[in-house]
């Protein structure tokens, strides 16, 4: 089955700093990766997706970028906010299967 | 619109009690999903329904009963918990069960067993 490995687990940024968090999955056959936004006693959101047939896709101050090559796929959020403080999982979806969710990572953006 | 609901959004029950977790979508999304989430850790999936038929059960035991009464609503029928089964359970959909479809949660309910 499909594995993702994320990192990092934790990632302290200043106010108007970039973060970066990077993501690895196993199975070649995956076509789709969605990011997740989660904070304190909320469900997760839906920040932004990728598709297989895609290299790069941006909404605002969030981007995605997927290197089918390498099986692996990065969220960048630029000019960061203490808004954006929450968990962010990424996710791998292949073929007709589930979601497989990576591990997590805290970001804390400090004022 | 992409809302899912969840009700309620905090139980408490004790080992002997019977309570139902309710979800509710009108998306027309298809495929409907229960997970359990731990502190810290990514949701771990239960439960897959599609076109209101279950096609995957994770091995969950049988102290938690799915039900899908029709495309809009999914039930989580609990009984006999044990204390570590509190988690924050979600509910999910999608517009079919498969992949390129965007997977939308809702808010949980956060279940303590005593």
């Known amino acids: 089955g499909e594995n993702v490995e994320q990192h990092p687990s934790t990632l302290s940024v200043q106010e108007g700093d970039s973060a970066v968090i990077k993501c690895t999955y196993s199975?070649?056959?995956?076509?789709?990766f969605p990011w997740y936004k989660q904070e304190l006693g909320k469900g997760p959101q839906l920040i932004i997706d990728?598709?297989?047939?895609?290299g790069e896709k941006k909404d605002q101050r969030i981007a995605v970028t997927l290197n089918k090559t390498a099986k692996h796929f990065s969220l960048h959020i630029t000019e960061t906010q203490p808004e954006d403080s929450a968990v962010y999982f990424c996710?791998?979806?292949?073929?007709?299967?589930?979601?497989?969710f990576g591990k997590g990572t805290m970001l804390l953006v400090s004022p | 619109d992409t809302e899912v609901t969840q009700t309620p959004k905090h139980l408490v029950m004790g080992m002997t009690n019977k309570k139902s977790l309710k979800c509710e979508q009108h998306?027309?999304?298809?495929?409907m999903y229960w997970y359990k989430q731990k502190a810290k850790k990514p949701p771990e999936l239960m439960f897959v329904?599609?076109?209101?038929?279950?096609?995957i059960n994770e091995s969950v035991p049988s102290r938690f009963s799915p039900e899908c009464p029709n495309s809009s609503l999914l039930n989580l029928h609990l009984h006999a918990l044990q204390p570590e089964d509190s988690a924050l359970y979600l509910c999910?959909?999608?517009?079919?069960?498969?992949?390129?479809?965007?997977?939308?949660f809702g808010p949980g309910t956060r279940l303590t067993v005593t």
């Open positions: 329904y599609s076109y209101e038929k279950l096609s």
């Open positions: 996710a791998a979806l292949s073929g007709y299967s589930t979601l497989t």
């Open positions: 999910a959909s999608s517009q079919v069960r498969g992949s390129v479809y965007e997977q939308y």
């Open positions: 199975d070649s056959a995956s076509n789709y």
């Open positions: 998306m027309g999304h298809r495929a």
């Open positions: 990728i598709r297989s047939n895609v």
